[in-house]
Every structure is written in C-alpha cells, then in structure tokens.
C-alpha cells in the first residue's frame, strides 16, 4: 500500500463494466484505481508495472481468460490479491476461480460498500466470498459424493445437449436406440434428475459438459 491507500486494478474485457466498477470506487477513502484492463494478458503487464495490492478480476476474457489470469498473478506476483468479479456462479466457474489462487470470488450485483470492504478485506489477507458463492461452496462440500459419468454418458450427454434425439444421438455413437436409453438411464441416477432438460443443466452446472468460451 502507498500511503495507506489500497492499489487497485481492474480487469475486465467489456468496457463500460471497467468504467462503473472505477466509478463506483472513485469516491472510496483509502482505495487508489492504478490502472485497468481488457484482457488477461495486458493484465499481467499492468501487475508487472503497477504492483498493486489488489487485482479485480472478470472470469470470461480474450487472450487469457481470468482463472488463467488469476494462476499467473499469484504464481508471478503473490502479494498481489486476486478478487473474482463476475456475473458467473456457477460450481465449475466457483471451483476453478478459488482453484486457481483467487483470495476471494464476487458477483456483479455486489454493491459498492459490500466490493470496497471486500478490497480492504482482501488487502489484509482475508477470504472474501459472496453470500451466494459460500452457500454454493458449503452445499457442494455436502453433497455426497457422486459416481463420475463414463465417457460414452458424457457423449450421450453432449448429444442431448446438441438437441438430438435418442435416435440420432444412436446413429451419431453408432449404438443401438436401446443403447441411448440405458446411458441416459444410469446418467440420470448419477446426477440425481428425473429428465433430460435438467439432466443437461445439472451436468452445466458441474462442468461435465463442454462449454463454449468467449
């Protein structure tokens, strides 16, 4: 810190995001902006040059993504803090921020009292999660552990999620109609779902589907 005041960056690929979050912390008694970013990669320049105390961080960015970002700075630059601030919550998105070093993880819906005594919190060494995360987190440590979907269920899932039918997801894995139905079967039991719709957003959820990235 300089003078007491918390330096921070702000990293974020859409622009007018990286303005509200400056705006929002302009007024904030013992927080200094340094500098922001579109993308990962110039985030690290500006770790390198600016040495800030803390990092904010979007998940979803070109050329390097945030959990790429958030790994880099910690390896690179551990005084440095990284805070998560994202629009995603999802376990998969949770797990990979915290796994990748992140001190704390935080939603956009955030207010600026609740994002400025997360920086501060965050300067000090503190874990600062959003009442959302925690409960995500909490939840997912209770919840029994599952049996891990076979490569062919993930496939048959993938191909759910494509919108085929039983019978074209038959053709596609060259089985046998009957085949799909007993994957789908066994997978809906390992996820705990009733139908295919939530069998695909419970698999989202868990990161047991592919995802396109921005």
Do not use: C, W
């Amino acid at each position: 810190m300089t003078g007491g005041r918390i330096r921070v960056i702000v990293v974020d690929d859409h622009t007018v995001m990286r303005a509200g979050v400056i705006a929002l912390l302009a007024g904030e008694d013992g927080i200094e902006i340094v500098g922001e970013a579109g993308d990962g990669r110039a985030a690290l320049e500006l770790v390198e040059r600016h040495d800030p105390d803390v990092a904010l961080v979007d998940l979803r960015m070109p050329v390097l993504d945030g959990v790429g970002t958030t790994a880099e700075i910690v390896a690179r630059h551990p005084r440095t803090r990284v805070l998560i601030l994202t629009t995603y919550d999802t376990d998969q998105d949770i797990e990979r921020g915290v796994e990748a070093g992140a001190i704390g993880y935080l939603l956009k819906d955030t207010t600026r009292e609740q994002l400025a005594d997360a920086i501060h919190s965050a300067a000090r060494g503190e874990t600062v999660l959003a009442p959302r995360v925690a409960q995500k987190l909490i939840a997912r440590m209770r919840r029994p552990a599952q049996d891990p979907l076979t490569a062919r269920e993930t496939d048959v899932l993938n191909a759910v999620a494509d919108g085929l039918t039983n019978a074209e997801i038959g053709r596609r894995l060259v089985i046998t109609e009957a085949t799909v139905k007993t994957h789908l079967l066994r997978l809906f039991a390992k996820l705990d779902v009733n139908d295919r719709t939530r069998a695909v957003v419970v698999a989202m959820e868990r990161g047991l589907l592919r995802r396109p990235q921005r």
